[in-house]
């Protein structure tokens, strides 16, 4: 059996907390933007913070795995 769920779960939550595709904390203006498409430094150490703690709680904390077997027949 293969473990599949931390490669779903960090592929999702790199894509999800992308810094300005879905929001931006700090952003230029304001603490949130909302779909803005740009990014600082500052907001990509935000995210990665905020990216390894989800993604230690998801694999830690809850366990969560999904396997697959290989053996057919």
Known sequence: ???WGPVVIGAVLFVLL?????FQI???????E???MS???VSIL?????Y???LAIF???LGVHFNTDSSSG
Not at 18 to 22: D, S, Y
Not at 26 to 32: F, H
């Open 26 to 32: 700090p952003a230029k203006e304001r603490l949130v």
């Open 39 to 41: 990014t600082s430094g």
């Open 59 to 61: 694999l830690i904390v």
């Open 18 to 22: 992308t810094p300005g595709l879905l």
């Open 34 to 36: 909302f779909g803005n």
């Open 1 to 3: 059996m293969e473990d």
């Open 46 to 50: 935000v995210h990665t913070v905020i």
């Open 52 to 54: 390894v703690v989800i």
